[in-house]
């Protein structure tokens, strides 16, 4: 089996059913006939830039963004991303503030980072909050607004 093929089949695995780690993983590609190590699940996750996401109940799951972090995605997932996981958005000069569910603030910063929008220069992610930095010539408030209107707040 190809590279190509095994990670297809992870991906797959991982859209169907919560994966908690890496050792689930290699079990559950065993038991589909693939045999794997730890260490070429690590690679392949990280090859196909799979991120550990909260679930609500708090369990710990791997997930892989809809959009290659090579590619902008369209601002209907920016929109359902923020929807989805923006509780909160506060702003302070220049850098806009938005709070999370524990362990998602990482997937909206990659959504935010990936949609291309010229008033943003670029976000840093904690668990549960992000700071949004507005591009020169853009305020703070401004993006809070865009970025409030988005989050459907």
């Given amino acids: 089996m190809s590279k190509a093929q ?14 908690t780690s890496q050792g689930h993983l290699v079990e559950l590609l065993a038991e589909a ?7 070429t699940v690590s690679r392949d996750l990280g090859d196909l830039g799979a991120v550990k996401v909260r679930l609500p109940g708090g369990e710990s799951v791997y997930a892989i963004p ?8 369209p601002e209907s997932h920016l929109r359902r991303v923020m929807g989805e996981w ?19 603030a990482h997937v909206v910063a990659s959504a935010i980072d990936r949609s291309g929008h ?3 220069l670029g976000t840093v ?3 549960d909050t992000l700071l949004v930095v ?13 970025l ?3 989050a459907g707040l």
Avoid: F, Y
């Fill in 6 to 19: 095994r990670q297809h089949r992870l991906a797959r695995i991982l859209a169907g059913q919560p994966v």
């Fill in 33 to 39: 006939g693939i045999t794997a190590t730890q260490a």
């Fill in 66 to 73: 809809e959009h290659p972090a090579d590619q902008l995605a």
């Fill in 86 to 104: 923006v509780a909160d958005v506060e702003h302070s000069g220049n850098i806009v503030v938005l709070r999370t569910p524990p362990g998602s």
């Fill in 118 to 120: 010229d008033e943003i």
């Fill in 125 to 127: 992610a904690g668990d």
């Fill in 134 to 146: 507005a591009a020169e010539g853009t305020t703070g408030k401004r993006l809070a607004a865009t």
């Fill in 148 to 150: 409030r209107s988005l």
